[in-house]
């Protein structure tokens, strides 16, 4: 296995990707475990600061590794996702993992993750915390993935942890059937979340006015200081300490928020889902998540788009495939039989004289890509049925066909081997 192998091994043979209905985001921290029973806790090995939270996680984690890289430590820093190489997700002093630990460590552990079927992020996780036992960090940097309580860097027990506070982001797993992934969709989603107060109009205040401007800073929310010194006047602004950067003090409450000026509530919101997006993308609606606290900018809503497994269809790429099996009788006579497609059945022709293996196209009939024009195919695959059991009198008929010159195989160069097909339909 070289790099590439194992980064498609853990992009496509993940349950994250592939897997049977909903089973991607898990409703619970069994895998995690299990992995970490499997790789003997790696995690207690080193001390760890917990990075949670919505925007600026990535870039509070960085400054935090390189704070403490300065002051002479072996750091770890465990991040996602990543721009460009997969590697950027796990470092050590500011490096990334090497390839080859990346490749070993799939290769050590594969047939245990047929078991366990631990997701991308998981398998990610594992492999971080092992790099960094084996390499004795002293510390390291741990941010959250998706974040919540079943996230699977939850497992660590931080010496600290620290939770951004910038935007209050949202995010929604949303399942798409194929037919909707083919036309892209519009959906209307309801979101759990943080909404404005309507009482108090989100200001925090009673009535919408029971506050008045900061004396302090005279509500400029920020407060400046002038200091003399030896080379002149310097000045220093700062958050004003009177109230927070508001620049309004709440003299009166509102009740329904309690002063803070959003309660729980929900959403109904307009998604417009675009044709080809595969299991995994992410949407993002600005603006759309959590509503921020006395007329804050409001987080963003993410959306992780997942696919619904189609119970005949399977997607490969842009391309569908499906699998028919036809009789024996079928084959060598003729038939016509029908297919499912995304636009509904269709009914094809199938040729007297058809061996078991001929893939059919039917242009087209595939999946938009998002990026770029142009759709993929169905590619039937026409598989012959022979009987696993037969009658006396079937038994007769076969054994005197046998004897026929029509039933010697003999393939010639148009009656293509599996791997020229496979050439043929995947180069
Ligand atoms: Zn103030
Ligand atoms: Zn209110």
């Known amino acids: 296995m070289n ?32 992995l970490c029973n499997l790789l003997n806790h790696p995690y ?32 770890g820093l465990y991040t996602s996702p990543h ?6 997700r796990i470092k050590i002093n500011g490096k990334m993992i090497p390839e080859t630990y990346v490749v070993n460590f799939i290769n050590k552990y594969q047939n245990e993750f047929e078991r366990i079927q631990p997701s991308f992020f998981e398998t990610t996780v594992g492999m971080a915390f092992q790099y960094f036992k084996e390499e004795k960090v002293d510390i390291a940097v741990i941010e959250t993935g998706l974040g919540g309580r079943l996230d699977s860097t939850n497992i660590i027990s931080p010496l600290l942890s620290v939770i951004t506070n ?62 003399n010194t030896i080379l002149g006047q310097m000045q220093s602004t700062s958050t004003c300490p009177e109230c927070g950067g508001e620049g309004q003090i709440i003299t009166d ?28 993308m992410q949407l993002s609606l600005g603006g759309k998540g959590n509503s921020a606290a006395r007329g804050g900018v409001a987080g963003d809503l993410i959306v992780v788009i997942e696919e619904v497994i189609h119970p005949e ?16 009788p079928e084959a060598a006579l003729g038939t016509s039989i029908e297919i499912p497609t995304i636009e509904g059945k269709v009914r094809i022709k199938i040729d007297a ?4 293996g001929k893939v059919l196209r039917l242009k087209g009939k595939g999946l938009p890509s998002i990026n770029s024009y142009g759709k993929g195919d169905l590619l039937v695959n026409i598989n012959v049925w022979t009987p696993k059991s037969l009658s006396k009198e079937e038994k007769a008929i076969l054994e005197k066909l046998d004897k026929s010159e029509n039933f010697i195989p003999r393939p010639t160069s148009s009656d293509k081997s599996f791997f020229d097909r496979m050439k043929e339909y995947f180069s």
């Not at 509102?254 to 299991?279: D, Q, R």
């Open 166 to 227: 910038i935007g209050y982001d949202h995010t929604n797993l949303l399942g798409n059937t194929i037919e909707e992934i083919a036309k892209g969709v519009e959906k209307k989603i309801k979101v759990n979340k943080y909404i404005t107060c309507d009482t108090c109009n989100g200001t925090g205040a009673k009535g919408g006015n029971a506050h008045r401007t900061c004396s302090t800073c005279r509500g400029t929310g920020h407060v400046t200081r002038i200091t």
């Open 353 to 356: 004289g058809t061996q078991s």
């Open 3 to 34: 790099y590439k192998q194992a980064l498609e091994y853990l992009y496509s043979q993940l349950p994250m990707f592939h897997r049977v209905g909903a089973a991607a985001y898990k409703a619970d921290l069994n895998n995690t475990i299990a």
């Open 313 to 328: 269809l399977k997607r490969e790429g842009n391309n569908l495939l499906y699998d028919h099996f036809i009789s024996f």
């Open 253 to 280: 409450k509102c009740n329904t928020c309690f002063g803070n000026g959003i309660i729980k509530g929900e959403e109904v919101i307009n998604l417009n889902i675009p044709a080809g997006v595969t299991e995994g």
């Open 83 to 88: 721009l460009k190489d997969f590697r950027e």
């Open 44 to 75: 207690q090995s080193f001390k760890s600061i917990h990075i949670a939270g919505t925007n600026g996680k990535g870039s509070v984690s960085h400054f935090i590794a390189s704070i403490l890289q300065e002051s002479g430590l072996k750091v």
